[in-house]
């Protein structure tokens, strides 16, 4: 399968050059978001794509945005491409591009633990707590925790890490009414999905949500929606708490390029064939699970 690292519509005009995500203006109020195949990590974008990625986070974050469609609306709208691309920019679009609405994003990255894991195992060996939230001692590496928690974070520039952020920060940034629908969206959205996941074999443990808001102050769901890059998935049968369980992410990548003499810093090294071929394995069992396709 070709891998697309980068895409060129020249037809429109490129908004904006994400980590994975390029935008291009279609007009006033949309959006053409092209899903590429880069794979970022430690904030770096390594040069050698994952081929398939992109389809696959396309196709995970429709699943789950019509799934949530009667609980909140999303940016995705009908639009017919043909009338303002190439064939040869319609091919590079094909299974990676959606149409979106353009909206206000907020500076907010909405994210769900339901797992003590990553930053947040780290934070609690240190002060009992997770982003300033108390939990119960005695908690386990991969332990469930009693109830998921909010713990956003600030979205930093491309290349620089999220920072946590605290709840009050979340309603200086936003406005009170605005973070308490943001709080209550991501929590409400990560408990049926993971309650979905677990049946089909897969504990989410973690995920971020972005939204945004239109002139009327409507919240949106965008971006992209419980998908490996944006989630920490762990297959149920080998969840063990007291240890880091394999995942269906990135995390096959981030366990190579950690026994690397690299200083994670831009550029990123050249990823060999069987950490690609491995990476992309996990990321369409991930979607086949989670979708039946």
Not at 36 to 57: E, H, N, Q, Y
């Amino acid at each position: 399968m070709d891998a697309l690292f980068e895409s060129k519509i020249g037809s429109l005009p490129l908004v904006h050059r994400g980590k994975v995500r390029d935008l291009y203006a279609l007009d006033d109020d949309k959006l053409l978001i092209v899903t590429s195949d880069r794979l970022s990590a430690f904030d770096v974008v390594m040069p050698r794509p994952i081929p398939g990625k992109g389809t696959v986070l396309t196709a995970l974050t429709r699943f789950w945005m019509q799934r949530f469609a009667a609980r909140i609306p999303n940016h995705e709208l009908r639009f017919d491409l043909r009338e303002r691309l190439t064939a040869a920019e319609l091919a590079q679009c094909e299974g990676r591009a959606v149409v979106a609405r353009r909206l206000r994003a907020l500076p907010i990255e909405a994210v769900a633990r339901g797992y003590l894991i990553g930053s947040g195992w780290k934070d609690y060996q240190r002060s009992g707590a997770v982003c300033g939230i108390a939990l119960p001692v005695g908690l386990r590496q991969a332990d469930k925790l009693p109830e998921p928690i909010f713990t956003p974070a600030f979205k930093a520039s491309v290349g620089e890490h999220d920072p946590n952020i605290s709840f009050a920060e979340v309603e200086r940034l936003v406005g009170a009414g605005l973070a308490t629908k943001i709080r209550d969206a991501t929590l409400r959205l990560y408990r049926e999905a993971a309650d979905y996941a677990l049946a089909r074999g897969i504990i989410i443990a973690d995920t971020k949500f972005e939204f945004g808001v239109d002139a009327a102050g409507t919240l949106y769901l965008i971006d992209e929606v419980l998908t490996p890059d944006s989630s920490r998935f762990w297959p149920a049968e080998s969840w063990q708490p007291g240890a880091s369980p394999p995942s269906f992410d990135k995390q096959y990548v981030r366990d190579y390029l950690e026994r690397l003499p690299w200083n994670k810093t831009a550029p990123g090294p050249w990823l060999p064939d069987e950490v690609v071929t491995r990476t992309a394995d996990k990321y369409r069992e991930a979607q086949r699970l989670l979708t039946g396709v």
